[in-house]
């Protein structure tokens, strides 16, 4: 097995933080993200109802932290110490050295060069220090933006999986994957 877990640890990058998310972050995370339809769009999850589910949600991310091959950071801009976003693997396949990764992002904080900052940082992480040989990600074509993140971070663009991806409200979509090999980086 070439996998060496240590769960989710601090990385700090220029801008930001990337911490264990806690209890303390539920409103930042509810009124930041959660709660906006918008900015859910492209997530299997729907924007939550309450801050009640928010708190919810947290508690059983909290709770996974237990596992060491659980991880989850919370995004948190240093100059303000706001709670933005998250970014965390949401598959492992032990047997081939290889995780899938997912994020979000609040809508006040686009187009400013932050998720690639994060990405890079959780690359980084992932493949030195876990010894991941493969990172992999995917995007529903209809948000472009994402693709573009991934590029920056040097993954490479491998193809369109056909009516593969499943909106929050069920409908089927044609998702981008992209990749980043040990070896590249
Ligand atoms: C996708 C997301 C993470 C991007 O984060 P971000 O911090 O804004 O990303 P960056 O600023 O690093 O890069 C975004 C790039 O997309 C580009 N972009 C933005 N909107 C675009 C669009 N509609 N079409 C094409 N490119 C677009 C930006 O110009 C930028 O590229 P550039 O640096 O070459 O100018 C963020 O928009 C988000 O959280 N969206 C909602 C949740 C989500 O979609 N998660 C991903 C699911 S796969």
Redesign the pocket.
């Known amino acids: 097995m070439c996998l060496n877990h240590i769960g989710t640890r601090n990385i700090e990058t220029k801008r930001l933080l990337l911490r264990r998310f806690t209890l303390g972050d539920t409103a930042q995370m509810f009124n930041n993200w959660a709660k906006d339809p918008e900015?859910?769009?492209?997530?299997s999850w729907k924007a939550h109802g309450s801050i009640d589910e928010t708190y919810e949600v947290l508690n059983k991310w909290i709770d996974e932290y237990k596992n060491e091959n659980s991880y989850r950071w919370c995004i948190v801009l240093k100059e303000t110490n706001e709670t933005i976003?998250g970014i965390d693997v949401i598959e492992i396949m032990q047997d081939r050295c290889t995780c899938e990764i997912?994020?979000?992002?609040s809508r006040n904080?686009?187009?400013?060069?932050?998720?690639?900052e994060a990405l890079k940082a959780v690359i980084d992480y992932l493949i030195g220090k876990v010894n991941f040989n493969r990172i992999q990600?995917?995007?529903?074509v209809e948000?472009?933006?994402?693709g573009?993140?991934m590029l920056?971070c040097g993954m490479k663009f491998e193809g369109i999986l056909r009516q593969y991806g499943l909106t929050n409200t069920g409908r089927q979509c044609d998702s981008a994957i992209y990749s980043i090999l040990k070896e590249e980086l």
Request: without cysteine.
């Open positions: 900015n859910v769009k492209y997530l976003g997912g994020y979000v992002l904080h686009w187009n400013k060069g932050i998720m690639t990600l995917r995007h529903m948000n472009p933006a994402s573009k993140v920056k």
